[in-house]
T-cell receptor
Framework: DTEVTQTPKHLVMGMTNKKSLKCEQH?????MYWYKQKAKKPPELMFV???????INESVPSRFSPECPNSSLLNLHLHALQPEDSALYLC?????????????FGPGTRLTVT | TQLLEQSPQFLSIQEGENLTVYCNSS?????LQWYRQEPGEGPVLLVT?????EVKKLKRLTFQFGDARKDSSLHITAAQPGDTGLYLC???????????????FGEGTQLTVNP
């Protein structure tokens, strides 16, 4: 099973709202990722958690706050977002296998900030 | 910074035609992955190539990793409308951590196969 699940599928929020995106995987992967993707562009890395510790923060604004409660779950807390933050937010996970570092993506959360 | 140049950016062809997508870099990658993404969905991993010169086949799709591990290609034979999507190549730079890797993505190829 190579499934990564994300909820919600769609989210509309105002600029003063607080919301959270959730991601779950049960593949035993010890690395989890948040990406932001604009239409017809490749995903842009935001955060990497390795063994439940934040290992990479790609200079993401503090209005995005990641959390990794355990090895299967990854959250992205959103607060005071801007309209330009509207995008598809993707979660992924990986486990080193034969040096390939394959990443498996979830279906994404389509976020609209109004 | 390692870059992956992917070409062409857009490709519109008729059903039954063949096509090739290229992914090139001046840097070496320890492995390279190809993904296909449909609108509103996450990228789906198609294949990973690890060894220089490696060729992998997935039904009508043929993937090749360059001998020097700096480039890769995806060839589709007899394309079908179901092949429509955004194709992304993504490379893993050498000397990554055991778990938790920063992928370098190409800009993507938007393929449309018309019936």
């Amino acid at each position: 099973d190579t499934e990564v699940t994300q909820t919600p599928k769609h989210l509309v929020m105002g600029m003063t709202n607080k919301k959270s995106l959730k991601c779950e995987q049960h593949m035993g992967h010890r690395a989890m990722y948040w990406y932001k993707q604009k239409a017809k562009k490749p995903p842009e890395l935001m955060f990497v958690y390795s063994y439940e510790k934040l290992s990479i923060n790609e200079s993401v604004p503090s209005r995005f706050s990641p959390e990794c409660p355990n090895s299967s779950l990854l959250n992205l807390h959103l607060h005071a977002l801007q309209p330009e933050d509207s995008a598809l937010y993707l979660c992924a996970s990986s486990h080193r296998t034969s040096g390939s570092y394959e990443q498996y993506f979830g279906p994404g959360t389509r976020l609209t900030v109004t | 910074t390692q870059l992956l140049e992917q070409s062409p950016q857009f490709l519109s062809i008729q059903e039954g035609e063949n096509l090739t997508v290229y992914c090139n870099s001046s840097s070496v990658f320890s492995s390279l992955q190809w993904y296909r993404q449909e609108p509103g969905e996450g990228p789906v991993l198609l294949v990973t190539v690890v060894t220089g010169g490696e060729v992998k086949k997935l039904k009508r799709l043929t993937f090749q990793f360059g001998d020097a591990r700096k480039d890769s290609s995806l060839h589709i034979t007899a394309a079908q409308p179901g092949d429509t999507g955004l194709y992304l190549c993504a490379g893993v730079p050498p000397h990554q951590e055991t778990s938790g890797s920063r992928l370098t993505f190409g800009e993507g190829t938007q393929l449309t196969v018309n019936p």
